[in-house]
């Protein structure tokens, strides 16, 4: 199955450098924010599309920069999807880096409670991985200075 880029879903035209990809009935658009990369997936995931939409998802997770997963818009998902979060989690670890998974309700039914670090909203998650930033920052001159 090939992956599509298209306009956005409201018809809008195409925005330089922020692309929908279109993965067989799932949505996916990728923003780099200055705290982290935002992956918002939208519509339905299951497993005619699953390769298609974790291809392109993990394809966004980068070395030093928070991840956030936002799929508060997915309306359907089949029993894959998590083990596609399984493999987001376990690229994000590689990588280094923290991440965060906004659930829709239909994503939730199939969440165990204490599997994956959730999020009701993106500002939230962001709020989140300012307060890390800030609590790194201050402890680096106590890490420089020498006794």
């Not at 999807?81 to 939730?108: H, K, M, N, Y």
Request: hydrophobic letters at 45%; aromatic letters at 6%.
């Amino acid at each position: 199955m090939s992956v599509i880029a298209t306009t956005s879903a409201s018809g809008a035209k195409f925005r330089y450098g922020n692309p929908v990809f279109d993965c067989n009935g799932a949505q996916l658009r990728a923003q780099c924010r200055q705290l982290a990369t935002v992956v918002t997936l939208t519509g339905r995931v299951d497993s005619a599309n699953i390769d298609a939409v974790s291809q392109q998802a993990r394809r966004f997770i980068l070395a030093e920069k928070p991840f956030v997963l936002d799929m508060s818009g997915v309306n359907s998902c089949g029993a894959l999807a998590i083990p596609f979060l399984r493999t987001v989690d376990e690229q994000c670890r590689v990588a280094g880096v923290e991440w965060a998974l906004i659930p829709s309700a239909a994503l939730t039914r199939r969440l165990r409670d204490d599997e994956f670090v959730t999020t009701p909203s993106v500002p939230d998650a962001m709020e989140h991985f300012a307060d890390e930033l800030h609590t790194r920052r201050r402890l680096l001159p106590l890490l420089a200075k020498t006794a």
